[in-house]
């Protein structure tokens, strides 16, 4: 069974940082694109990051709001997603979730290509 549990989520200050892990178990992990997004209360859920498979170039994606705070990295032997948050701001506030697609190459950005999900973790950034 597949199973991706996120952690490292809290409360932290506005310019602070903050890390983000997901452990999955039950996939082979290479094969998976590997994203992060979240949803703000009143908002729709929204892509934050994806990291593609290694065939795919292995590049990374963010969202214009993200880029240059925010980095998303994966371990293949560990079997993990980590989102490095720095420079917080309080609109980053929001539950984060985990997320894994095998072989995605476009899409990388809509929910609903994604199979598997993380239960999320919650981010607090105060002002």
């Known amino acids: 069974q597949v199973q991706l549990v996120e952690s490292g989520g809290g409360l932290v200050q506005a310019g602070g940082s903050l890390r983000l892990s997901c452990a999955t178990s039950?996939?082979?992990?290479?094969?998976?694109?590997v994203g992060w997004f979240r949803q703000a209360p009143g908002k729709e859920r929204e892509f934050v990051a994806a990291a593609h498979i290694s065939w795919l170039g292995g590049s990374k994606d963010y969202a214009d709001s993200v880029k240059g705070r925010f980095t998303i990295s994966r371990d293949n032997a560990k079997n993990t997603i980590d989102l490095q948050m720095n420079n917080l701001k309080p609109e980053d506030t929001a539950v984060y979730y985990c997320a894994a697609e095998v072989y995605l190459s476009g899409g990388y950005d809509r929910q609903e290509n994604y199979r598997y999900w993380g239960q999320g973790t919650q981010v607090t950034v105060s002002s």
């Open positions: 039950g996939l082979t992990f290479s094969r998976y694109t």
